[in-house]
T-cell receptor, first 112, second 119 residues
Framework: KQEVTQIPAALSVPEGENLVLNCSFT??????LQWFRQDPGKGLTSLLL?????REQTSGRLNASLDKSSGRSTLYIAASQPGDSATYLC???????????FGTGTRLKVLA | GAVVSQHPSRVICKSGTSVKIECRSL??????MFWYRQFPKQSLMLMAT?????????EQGVEKDKFLINHASLTLSTLTVTSAHPEDSSFYIC???????????????FGQGTRLTVV
């Protein structure tokens, strides 16, 4: 069974902290990985897509890495802000079928 | 570019009725669209893969007669929840993959979701 898990499930930090969200997957069919942000009651906002050949992607204060050999990805958020408060989802994208397998999510709260 | 429009964004229906949700790719063509469901405080689960001009492929445990999927054109897929019950209340999200993408480019683009409430 394909599984994508995220740790921690919830995180509360003071503003300004750097933080790391973890994502792990068990299926070798996962080819690429994408991180999303979801605000309460809303859809998905794509943050970063990491292709298996790239290993790392950066956008502003966000940096995501991918290690397929260990089945892990991390999302690093620098200098967190209250506006970063949301649920962060990672999703493995399977080769061939292009299905997204979503992780369990990390609910982040950044305190002002 | 790469916009996926989902309609309606919110719908309330009575138990026993059917409701249709549309997913449109606005600026690209999509042979493949996907439908996901998200229950409160849970992650997204793939329900089915919709292929233009052919039958949808449903994930294990998803009733194909209850969740009817039609992908009649390269820009439109619809999900119809038939004989809806309160337990079908959920957030439904579609995604679409650009026809022009090669196998290396795997990402899909997501709609903004439809919140279905069955009363």
């Amino acid at each position: 069974k394909q599984e994508v898990t995220q740790i921690p499930a919830a995180l509360s930090v003071p503003e300004g902290e750097n933080l790391v969200l973890n994502c792990s997957f068990t299926d070798s069919a996962i080819y690429n990985l994408q991180w999303f942000r979801q605000d309460p009651g809303k859809g998905l906002t794509s943050l970063l897509l990491i292709q298996s050949s790239q290993r790392e992607q950066t956008s502003g204060r966000l940096n995501a890495s991918l290690d397929k050999s260990s089945g892990r990805s991390t999302l690093y958020i620098a200098a967190s802000q209250p506006g970063d408060s949301a649920t962060y989802l990672c999703a493995g994208i399977t080769s061939g079928t292009y299905k997204y397998i979503f992780g369990t999510g990390t609910r982040l709260k950044v305190l002002a | 570019g790469a916009v996926v429009s989902q309609h309606p964004s919110r719908v309330i229906c009575k138990s026993g009725t059917s409701v249709k949700i549309e997913c449109r790719s606005l600026d690209f063509q999509a042979t493949t669209m996907f439908w996901y469901r998200q229950f409160p405080k849970q992650s997204l689960m793939l329900m089915a893969t919709s292929n233009e001009g052919s039958k949808a492929t449903y994930e294990q445990g998803v009733e194909k007669d209850k969740f009817l999927i039609n992908h009649a054109s390269l820009t439109l897929s619809t999900l119809t929840v038939t004989s809806a019950h309160p337990e079908d209340s959920s957030f439904y999200i579609c995604s679409a993959r650009d026809l022009g993408f090669t196998s290396v480019r795997t990402e899909a683009f997501f709609g903004q979701g439809t919140r279905l409430t069955v009363v």
